[in-house]
């Protein structure tokens, strides 16, 4: 059974950062792309950030320079570092696994950035 279980969001003032975690069971880890995204309730999920197997990564425009994803094979995590957050990041954020055709996903967590 494929589990992708996400942490670390909470209420964070502007400015602030946060470390997102996702933890993938059910998976072989490294032949897997992993990304984050996020979703305001009426809107189309958006990607926010990628990492291939390989390593290599991608940013929407929105979070470039402010936000750092990771990965570590020995563990099976994905990281999601956001730094300078606004409240516009405000959102449930989703952790994908993606392999070929397939995507899993994890249960969300809500990061709220407000004073």
């Known amino acids: 059974q494929v589990q992708l279980v996400e942490s670390g969001g909470g209420l964070v003032e502007p400015g602030g950062s946060l470390t997102l975690s996702c933890v993938a069971s059910?998976?072989?880890?490294?032949?897997?792309?992993m990304g984050w995204y996020r979703q305001t309730p009426g809107k189309q999920r958006e990607l926010v950030a990628g990492?291939?197997?390989?390593?290599?990564?991608n940013y929407a425009d929105s979070v470039k320079g402010r936000f750092a994803i990771s990965r570590e094979s020995a563990s099976n995590t994905a990281y999601l570092r956001m730094n300078s957050l606004k409240p516009e990041d405000t959102d449930v954020y989703y952790c994908?696994?993606?392999?070929?055709?397939?995507?899993?996903w994890g249960q969300g967590t809500q990061v709220t950035v407000s004073s």
């Open positions: 059910g998976i072989s880890f490294s032949m897997y792309g």
């Open positions: 990492i291939s197997p390989g390593g290599g990564t």
């Open positions: 994908s696994a993606s392999r070929r055709t397939y995507t899993y």
